[in-house]
């Protein structure tokens, strides 16, 4: 049974922290659970689903699923929920983090493929093969993330994320500690480099378009600009989260303390303002996100 706060415990600092962790969740619900349903009645009007609003589907349906968790994370937090009950799903949470990582890493390459354009044989035979892979890829990477759970949970990497002294807490071995740095620094290269890789064809764009007048090619730069303005925001956040992971499933802060508690709260803004910012940056999602508050008010 939980463990409920006594009400000397409902102080200012609980209620802000707890009113803070449902925002987040149901921001993150709303807006992930649109970007589902938007591409689901799709789906159902023309038999068939475009790759990208395939994989943003997918990404969207985990990030659903990983606010949960992390609505739950808070809950031992606001002595709401026992210690142990949550760290029982330590492994679903890394499948989670994991999978979600690999999603958004092949939307960023998805958008390099796409958008940027570079004179190589192999960059060629990725932007005619990406759209068909798009499957294989979300399949590729949720075997990626069980498998990476599994490893986890086979060397006992068990996420000690509740306890109150850390003196206490089993000795962290640097094995399983380097194969998680390693799981989730792999999709961070990934996606850096398909960031790199379409800055520079902008960049080279750019240069090849200087002197010529621009006349009618805001509206060829739009759909471009959009895209890496989009990209650009989420390796911030990507990257953001990438720390967060590390701090949080590393136990390097202390349960209780104030930047455990901080950094917990912070965590949750990744999937939540990453999928506002791809609502904001598609045309469709965009026009029918207007329509829907429009309707609303």
């Not at 925002?23 to 970007?35: D, K, S, V, Y």
């Not at 949720?142 to 498998?147: D, E, G, H, N, Q």
């Not at 002294?165 to 998680?180: C, F, M, W």
């Not at 509206?219 to 720390?243: D, E, K, N, T």
Request: hydrophobic content about 55%; proline content about 4%.
């Amino acid at each position: 049974m939980a463990d409920f706060p006594p009400s000397n415990m409902l102080t200012n600092q609980f209620i802000v922290h707890f009113l803070i962790a449902v925002t987040q969740f149901l921001t993150g619900a709303f807006t992930n659970g649109f970007i589902v349903v938007v591409n689901a009645v799709d789906f159902i009007r023309q038999r068939q689903m475009a790759p990208l609003n395939l994989l943003i589907s997918c990404l969207a349906t985990s990030r659903i699923i990983l606010q949960m968790f992390i609505f739950l994370a808070h809950l031992p937090l606001l002595s709401l929920m026992k210690q142990e009950v949550f760290s029982k799903l330590n492994i679903i949470f890394m499948f989670l983090n994991i999978w979600g990582l690999w999603l958004a890493t092949w939307l960023g390459v998805f958008y390099c493929a796409k958008i940027a354009t570079i004179p190589h044989p192999l960059f060629f035979w990725m932007k005619m093969r990406i759209s068909k892979v798009v499957p294989w890829l979300i399949l590729g990477s949720m075997l990626y993330a069980s498998i990476s759970s599994g490893i986890h949970e086979k060397h006992a990497f068990v996420v000690n994320y509740f306890s109150k002294n850390a003196t206490q807490t089993k000795r962290i071995d640097i094995v399983p500690l380097s194969i998680l740095i390693f799981h989730v620094t792999v999709p961070l290269i990934v996606f850096f480099i398909a960031v790199v890789l379409l800055i520079f064809s902008l960049g080279r764009h750019v240069q090849q378009m200087r002197g010529i007048v621009m006349g009618t090619s805001n509206v060829r730069w739009g759909a471009p600009i959009r895209a890496i303005l989009s990209i650009l925001s989420f390796l911030f956040l990507y990257f953001f989260h990438y720390m967060m992971v590390i701090l949080l499933f590393g136990q390097i802060l202390q349960f209780g303390s104030f930047l455990f508690e901080f950094f917990t709260l912070l965590a949750g803004t990744y999937p939540s303002i990453h999928s506002v910012i791809l609502i904001v940056g598609n045309p469709k999602l965009k026009q029918i996100a207007k329509k829907f508050l429009l309707c609303g008010q």
